[in-house]
């Protein structure tokens, strides 16, 4: 049998494991000096509560290497094989870490997402339906795929591109004075600015319009997406082209890995397109 691990950074929630067929192993962040296991320690809504109410910035860390190892072994132990897809190598350390640490484990395959929430969701359900196959096939399936996964964002502020080194003091104060919006995107290249737009309305069109300018694959679901209020991503919804809402999986409020970068009241789409844009 194979078995199926994901990372926290995947926004699947505890609550979804059994659903979806995961295993799922918490990434740790910091509030102010206080260490929490993400969905564990505090639900999506605890966390928000914290980092807005007493306006802290997390800092993503490690998961916990023994407690993966624990969880992996209840599995190999038996003669299963697992399949671990992780959070993009380019917004933290743990595909190298686990990589290295399965690296003698015959039976353990590690998958560098290069995305992250959606993005694995989308590899998720795309290994479900091969399951069947070799583990080594289907790493390579993977692979293919991950190349044309998008992560398309609006942050709502351009603080916390700020704090996470993403804009410099200049571009921060010229922006906010501009009301500039900026589209985020993480792709197999990291997380980075693809375009600029001046004011909410018009940075929402580029967003409408991205899963025709990015090519959707229309073999894949769209996994809409935000972070803290949805409130946002609804109106996103309103001016996208209503051919695509049928391919809309349910929103998906994102976790603490992709809101410490993007802030709260940040929205956008995930989905699968052309590999050679973005």
Not at 1 to 14: A, E, L, P, W
Not at 213 to 240: A, C, M, R
Request: a negative charge; aromatic letters at 10%.
């Amino acid at each position: 049998m194979i078995k199926i691990f994901v990372d926290s950074g995947s926004s699947i929630k505890q609550s979804e494991k059994e659903k979806l067929g995961v295993e799922i192993l918490p990434l740790r962040y910091l509030l102010g000096e206080t260490e929490y296991e993400d969905d564990v320690d505090l639900d999506i809504n605890g966390f928000y509560d914290i980092f807005i109410g007493q306006d802290l910035f997390p800092k993503t860390s490690l998961p916990n290497l023994e407690k993966a190892q624990q969880m992996v072994e209840q599995y190999t132990n038996k003669g299963d094989q697992v399949l671990f897809i992780t959070i993009s190598s380019k917004i933290s350390g743990t595909y190298s870490s686990l990589k290295t640490l399965f690296e003698d484990n015959k039976n353990v395959r590690v998958v560098d997402s290069l995305s992250a929430v959606g993005g694995i969701r989308l590899l998720v359900l795309e290994a479900q339906k091969h399951l069947g196959k070799p583990i080594d096939e289907i790493v390579k399936i993977l692979d293919e795929l991950k190349m044309r996964i998008k992560v398309v964002a609006i942050p709502e502020t351009l603080d916390y591109l700020l704090k996470g080194g993403r804009l410099s003091k200049k571009e921060w104060l010229i922006g906010s004075i501009l009301k500039i919006k900026p589209i985020i995107s993480l792709s197999q290249t990291g997380v980075k600015v693809v375009d600029k737009k001046i004011g909410t309305k018009k940075a929402m069109g580029y967003i409408a319009k991205a899963l025709e300018q990015f090519g959707f694959d229309e073999n894949y679901p769209i996994v809409p997406s935000y972070t803290y209020n949805v409130e946002n991503l609804e109106k996103l919804i309103s001016v996208t082209d209503e051919k695509y809402h049928k391919y809309m999986l349910e929103f998906d409020n994102l976790d603490p890995a992709i809101a410490c970068h993007w802030g709260p009241n940040a929205y956008g789409y995930i989905f699968v397109g052309d590999e050679n844009i973005l």
